[in-house]
């Protein structure tokens, strides 16, 4: 049985994860910023028991990390999956944006979750895997953000974050790390147009995270496993 903390499970793909990995028979910290207020988790709470512990936290919150590890305890963890972020201001123009639009954006989809990450690596078990979930318009080289350039510059600082942590810890790094594209999904941000169902970019996502245990390396890649140019 894996130990595995989810952070954004209270809907869509995160809540998507949370079930997959209950399904598989681990046991799952969910971390949202109002789990009592999502239908989903209270549901998959009932059912799975002691399996399923809700922690209630802002990741955006300075003391986040010193909240989610008075919750785990002593507990190591397998899986760390850091699926929280925004779409950031309708209007993705660098023009009209304000600053603190803009500052809300990056924190959330970008500085966030590397901060958990950090706090929590002391905490994982050996060859564990450390997830974030990215998007091919973080890809500087395929450039597809065009309609979202701000959504698409704060998921490349995301990447880009993750690739100096793996330099910086260098040889002494004993956890995988993914930058992961769930591909265009149905939920609140991907929209009802798109092409993809959560259980969908979930079977495919869960394999993904699993076949990276052991590998310690650090690679983006989509939910088929397909390697995405950085």
């Known amino acids: 049985m894996?130990?595995?903390?989810?952070?954004?499970?209270s809907r869509g793909i995160g809540l998507g994860l949370v079930r997959a990995y209950l399904?598989?028979?681990d046991r799952v910290f969910a971390v949202a910023r109002d789990p009592a207020g999502s239908a989903g988790l209270t549901e998959l709470a009932a059912q799975h028991g002691a399996r399923l512990q809700l922690i209630a936290c802002d990741l955006n919150a300075p003391a986040a990390a010193t909240t989610i590890r008075a919750a785990l305890g002593e507990t190591r963890l397998d899986r760390l999956l850091l699926n929280a972020g925004v779409a950031g201001p309708a209007a993705q123009d660098v023009a009209s944006v304000s600053?603190?639009?803009i500052a809300q954006l990056f924190l959330s989809n970008a500085i966030a979750p590397l901060r958990l990450a950090r706090a929590l690596a002391a905490q994982l078990n050996t060859d564990a895997v450390v997830a974030c979930t990215s998007s091919v318009m973080a890809s500087l080289q395929l450039s597809p953000g065009a309609d979202l350039p701000l959504y698409a510059a704060s998921k490349a600082a995301l990447n880009s974050l993750l690739l100096s942590w793996a330099a910086q810890l260098g040889a002494a790094r004993d956890f995988s790390l993914l930058a992961l594209h769930p591909g265009w999904v149905q939920?609140?941000?991907?929209?009802?147009?798109?092409?993809l169902s959560v259980a969908q970019s979930v079977n495919g996502l869960v394999p993904v995270i699993e076949a990276a245990a052991g590998r310690r390396d650090c690679r983006f890649v989509d939910?088929?496993?397909?390697?995405?140019p950085w």
């Open 2 to 9: 894996l130990n595995v903390l989810l952070a954004g499970a």
């Open 99 to 101: 600053e603190a639009e």
């Open 223 to 228: 939910y088929q496993g397909q390697e995405l």
């Open 187 to 195: 939920t609140d941000m991907g929209g009802t147009q798109a092409p």
């Open 23 to 25: 399904e598989r028979g």
